[in-house]
């Protein structure tokens, strides 16, 4: 389990992220730089942490599944996601 300030940080991150898309769609198009440079510095989307939906662990993510690789295999062993089953041959 990730630090609650961490998870929170993350939601925060996510909310300028959606504020600032189109203001910043906008000055990439026109190419001014300077005022996309003055946007907060957490509204670019690639400065985003995947993280795990459940918990907020940031490594071992699984981006189809929106989970870290421990919640992963407990799910799948319960069950709990469709189509995931345990291979065997």
């Known amino acids: 389990m990730a630090k609650k300030s961490k998870i929170a940080k993350n939601k925060r991150q996510e909310a300028l992220i959606e504020k600032y898309a189109s203001i910043r769609r906008e000055l990439k198009k026109e190419g001014n730089y300077e005022a996309l440079a003055k946007l907060p510095k957490d509204s670019n989307p690639n400065r985003l942490r ?34 995931v089953h345990k291979a065997s041959w």
């Not at 929106?66 to 919640?71: K, Q, T, W």
Request: proline share 6%; glycine share 14%.
């Open 50 to 83: 995947n993280r795990d939906e459940l918990d907020g662990r940031p490594r071992g993510y699984m981006r189809k599944f929106g989970m870290s690789r421990l919640n992963f295999r407990k799910y799948a062993h319960l069950g709990q996601i469709p189509g």
